[in-house]
């Protein structure tokens, strides 16, 4: 395969969570109809933010925005599968909470599952690159005050569905 350098080289966590998520691919999944045996374990575009590390995990059987605390965090087992809402410069997105007794907690965003749509190592990398461009590119959508609502200025700004339709302004 085509081993490219990775911004996380200097992360021992990120190269923990691979490792891991390797082993359990050899341990309990590569039986499972769900695997690609095609694909690898990889991590794409991990970068720190706000005390945790952000990127997409490859696997064979599934493609995750991952969520990573820089340091450890004990898995707390009654938190597992809990959502948490998470802002990311795209807009709130729900992870799920996970975690296992190796890596300890983390949070996770389900984007393919199973992998079958690809069909080499490196049309998964694209799609993970692509996904992460996309969650980490600003909203162009207005944010809402503390009240929830739009500023007045981003209000006029906005056309409703039945002006844009009618042609009117």
């Known amino acids: ?6 911004s996380w080289s200097e992360s021992p966590r990120i190269a923990e969570l691979v490792e891991q998520f390797k082993r359990i691919g050899e341990k309990a999944m590569c ?14 575009g991990f970068r720190r933010v706000d005390g945790h590390w952000i990127g997409i995990l490859i696997t064979p059987w599934f493609m995750n925005l991952m969520r990573v605390p820089q340091e450890a965090v004990p898995m707390q087992m009654a938190h597992l599968g809990r959502r948490l809402k998470v802002t990311l410069p795209s807009g709130d997105r729900e992870l799920m909470q996970g975690g296992d007794e190796v890596l300890g907690s983390y949070e996770s965003l389900s984007l393919h ?8 190592q490196k049309a998964a990398q694209q799609e993970a690159e692509r996904q992460l461009a996309d969650l ?3 909203s162009e959508q207005p944010l809402p005050d503390e009240n929830g609502r ?20």
Do not use: D
Not at 31 to 44: C, G, H, M, R
Not at 113 to 120: D, K
């Open 1 to 6: 395969m085509n081993k490219r350098p990775h």
């Open 31 to 44: 039986e499972l109809p769900i695997y690609n045996p095609e694909l690898e374990v990889e991590a794409i």
């Open 113 to 120: 599952s199973p992998m079958f749509a690809f069909q080499t």
């Open 136 to 138: 980490m590119q600003p």
């Open 150 to 169: 739009l500023h007045a200025e981003e209000k006029a700004r906005k056309i409703s569905r039945r002006v844009f339709l009618r042609g009117a302004t």
